[in-house]
């Protein structure tokens, strides 16, 4: 099988799959948003891999493959998988794709998702490998950009976006950075800690194709005219152990709060996150003042991860023409709005 029919990495991707996943999420948005449902899946087993942490990638691909019609087979951790009985990834993936129709697997190391990939013939999507990739994240970061600016009357060729916090270890600016990259021209400005600078091979890929990139670390700047900034918070868990010792933690000048936002940034600057964000005291993740701000794109950002997914599913398994067709009104009551406004 090939990487177009799985998703590994976002350089199976060109600008052409991306577009029509963005349209396909689209069309999945009455089913997302609980005002329709489909069972195109039905029957369909999806076998949810997770061998790291994670609450919202998880129960996301869940939903998003039960709102297909689909029903999910979950494993999480290393302690009750037969990977802790010394199973190689070539008997996991070979045993698992005898019982799913797709693989979502999560792993804590780099290159594992595509070693499990290559021993099975039915998709496997990486939902992150370590400090590697996370493609479904920067699909559905791509597709917030892109509705965040329709609302706002934007678009993205000429945008200025930041990415700050931990560029080195975050495998979601490792794949939004190239999803970018195949739009434009763009200026990216990348702020971090010294030593958690993105990959220099990133920044060499994305200036190669005609975006301007400027490093710094620190936000003590003028960024009026910026478009979106994507905070990320610390991987320590994936910090070596002399790291450890030697990292204080984020001062000030990575806060990305109100202050930040009302003094040097504009009234419709976008504030993204992959979530989850590190909200205790000292932390100086993306901070809870901006909680209510309409500026601050992060719950809308996960919503949108139900609606791609769906997109995602569907391509991969050849049904992305036939939800519409079997789509028909929910029975049940539907809250107007899950959550407090944030928009």
């Known amino acids: ?15 052409e799959r991306v577009d029509h996943l963005l349209r396909v999420a689209t069309r999945m948005e009455p089913i997302a948003q609980r005002r329709q449902v489909t069972r ?3 029957g369909a087993v999806l076998g949810n891999l997770f061998f790291e942490a994670s609450t ?7 939903a998003a493959f039960c709102r297909l019609g689909g029903s999910v087979c979950d494993t999480t951790g290393f302690t009750f998988s037969s990977m802790a009985k010394g199973e190689s990834l070539y ?26 990939a290559a021993a099975t013939n039915v998709p496997v999507i990486n939902g ?10 920067a699909l559905l970061d791509i597709y917030t950009i892109d509705k965040e600016f329709q609302r706002l009357g934007k678009s993205l060729g000429g945008a200025h976006i930041l990415l700050t916090g931990d560029l080195k270890y975050g495998r979601t600016v490792h794949s939004l950075i190239k999803l970018l990259s195949l739009y434009g021209p763009l200026r990216i400005t990348l702020v971090s800690p010294p030593g ?7 920044v060499d890929l994305v200036t190669s194709r005609g975006h301007h990139v400027e490093q710094r670390n620190s936000l003590a700047s003028d960024f009026s005219d910026l478009d979106v900034v994507y905070a990320t918070r610390i991987q320590k868990e994936r910090f070596t152990d002399e790291m450890n010792e030697s990292f204080q933690g984020l001062s000030n000048d990575f806060m990305v709060n109100r202050d ?11 504030v993204m996150h992959p979530l989850p964000r590190d909200s205790r005291p000292g932390a100086n993740d993306l901070n809870v003042d901006l909680n209510g701000d309409p500026r601050l794109a992060i719950f809308r950002q996960t919503d949108n991860g139900i609606p791609m997914r769906m997109a995602i599913f569907a391509t991969l398994l050849e049904v992305d023409e036939l939800v519409e067709k079997e789509m028909r009104p929910v029975r049940w009551f539907v809250p107007a709005q899950t959550g407090t406004l944030d928009r």
């Open 128 to 137: 992150g490998d370590g400090p590697g990739e996370h493609p479904s994240q």
């Open 260 to 270: 930040f936002l009302d003094q040097r940034c504009s009234e419709h600057t976008i």
């Open 56 to 62: 919202r990638t998880r129960v996301s691909f869940n």
């Open 1 to 15: 099988m090939s990487q177009r029919q799985h998703l590994l990495t976002v350089d199976s991707l060109n600008r």
């Open 196 to 202: 958690l600078e993105m990959p220099s091979q990133l």
């Open 91 to 116: 008997d996991t993936s070979r045993v698992m794709s005898g019982y799913c129709d797709a693989i979502v697997m999560r792993h804590p190391d780099q290159g594992s998702v595509a070693e499990f």
């Open 40 to 42: 195109v899946l039905e």
